[in-house]
């Protein structure tokens, strides 16, 4: 006998309205589930764009430019060396060495003019 709690009773809980309080609390989280992964596709296709329009023209162009001033230091001074293992930079035959700790992202001409200067002259 099941006695006076009914068919849908455990112990003296009613499984019936929780079941479906479960039910709409599914269904609202997947309707919110659903709206979030709609926000958040729109919100990255907008960032996405962003990025592919501004960022990375601009990221392009900074090493296009970066790009063309080593090779006008390469063609000025083809006598420049550098060491990545011991972090140095010096002139081919010469006795010379200054560490590269101001160096590691890139150098200017007008920079590796006062590092040759610097290099010939000590």
Known sequence: ???????WSRRGIDL???????????????????VAGFLGRAVSRK???TV??????????????????QIAIAQK???ICACLDDHAVF?????RVLPMSGITRGITLEQADAVVAQLRNG
């Open 77 to 79: 001074y083809p006598e």
């Open 52 to 69: 592919n329009d501004r960022v990375l023209p601009t990221i392009a162009a900074n090493k296009s430019q970066t790009l063309n001033e």
């Open 16 to 34: 019936g309205d929780s079941v479906g309080d479960s039910i709409g609390d599914a269904v609202a989280g997947a309707a919110l589930g659903a």
């Open 47 to 49: 960032v996405m764009q």
């Open 1 to 7: 006998m099941l006695g006076s709690q009914g068919p």
């Open 91 to 95: 002139l081919a035959g010469g006795s």
